[in-house]
T-cell receptor
Framework: GAGVSQSPSNKVTEKGKDVELRCDPI?????LYWYRQSLGQGLEFLIY????????KSGLPSDRFSAERTGGSVSTLTIQRTQQEDSAVYLCASSYPRGESSYNSPLHFGNGTRLTVT | GIQVEQSPPDLILQEGANSTLRCNFSDSVNNLQWFHQNPWGQLINLFY???GTKQNGRLSATTVATERYSLLYISSSQTTDSGVYFCAVRDTGRRALTFGSGTRLQVQP
C-alpha cells in the first residue's frame, strides 16, 4: 500500500500481559516515529529511528516499553506487563524519502493501534 | 525541552466562516508542521512550513520563525474541517517532533 500500515487496529489485553504493535512505514522512508495519544490528549513522543543511527529512546515512559526496527523497515513496539495507564492509541509515522538532502520532511501517520488494558 | 502552545483550545464556527489558529513555540525550530486529526482519529499532514507562507485551497499557513509563531488560516469553513488541528515542531537539539495540545474545531451547518 501507499501509506503507513499499523496492526492490529485494535487490541484488548489483560493487565500484566505483554503486547506487540507493528508498523510498516512507507517504502523508502528512512525515519520512523512512535507516538502515543491518550483519550482527548495531544501526541506524546515515544521513540524515533533514523536509518542506521542509534534510536532516540528519550520518550519511552518506562523500561516496560521497547521498540525494534528490523532491516530499516518494519518496526515493532513491545509493552511488557501492561498496565491500565498504557491504554491509548499508539501512532506510527514515517518520513524522509530517500534522496532528499534534508531530514526535515513531512510526517505521514498510520491509523494507529487502539490499545485497551483491562 | 521546547514548549508548544496552541490557541484557542476550542473553536466553534458556523459553516462559511473564517478562522485563524495560532501556534507559539519557545525556541528556534528547523521544522514546523500542521496536522488535522479528523473525528475518526486519522492524522493528515496539512503543511510543512518552517518559515514563510503556503497555501493549499481554503487553507493557508504562515510561520514567522524569528518571532516564534505560526498561523493556520481556514477560509469558508466546511463541516468536514471539524476535528483537531495540531502544530508540531522540531528544535535544533532534538530529532523528534514535539506536538502542541491542539485546537479542537467544530464547524456547524
Amino acid at each position: 500500500g501507499a501509506g503507513v500500515s499499523q496492526s492490529p487496529s485494535n487490541k484488548v489485553t489483560e493487565k500484566g500481559k505483554d503486547v506487540e504493535l507493528r508498523c510498516d512505514p512507507i517504502s523508502g522512508h528512512t525515519a520512523l516515529y512512535w507516538y502515543r495519544q491518550s483519550l482527548g490528549q495531544g501526541l506524546e513522543f515515544l521513540i524515533y529511528f533514523q536509518g542506521n543511527s542509534a534510536p532516540d529512546k528519550s520518550g519511552l515512559p518506562s523500561d516496560r516499553f521497547s521498540a525494534e526496527r528490523t532491516g530499516g523497515s518494519v518496526s515493532t513496539l513491545t509493552i511488557q506487563r501492561t498496565q491500565q495507564e498504557d491504554s491509548a492509541v499508539y501512532l506510527c509515522a514515517s518520513s524522509y524519502p530517500r534522496g532528499e538532502s534534508s531530514y526535515n520532511s513531512p510526517l505521514h501517520f498510520g491509523n494507529g493501534t487502539r490499545l485497551t488494558v483491562t | 525541552g521546547i514548549q508548544v502552545e496552541q490557541s484557542p483550545p476550542d473553536l466553534i464556527l458556523q459553516e462559511g466562516a473564517n478562522s485563524t489558529l495560532r501556534c507559539n513555540f519557545s525556541d528556534s525550530v528547523n521544522n514546523l508542521q500542521w496536522f488535522h486529526q479528523n473525528p475518526w482519529g486519522q492524522l493528515i499532514n496539512l503543511f510543512y512550513i518552517p518559515s514563510g507562507t503556503k497555501q493549499n485551497g481554503r487553507l493557508s499557513a504562515t510561520t514567522v520563525a524569528t518571532e516564534r509563531y505560526s498561523l493556520l488560516y481556514i477560509s469558508s469553513s466546511q463541516t468536514t474541517d471539524s476535528g483537531v488541528y495540531f502544530c508540531a515542531v522540531r528544535d535544533t537539539g532534538r530529532r523528534a517532533l514535539t506536538f502542541g495540545s491542539g485546537t479542537r474545531l467544530q464547524v456547524q451547518p
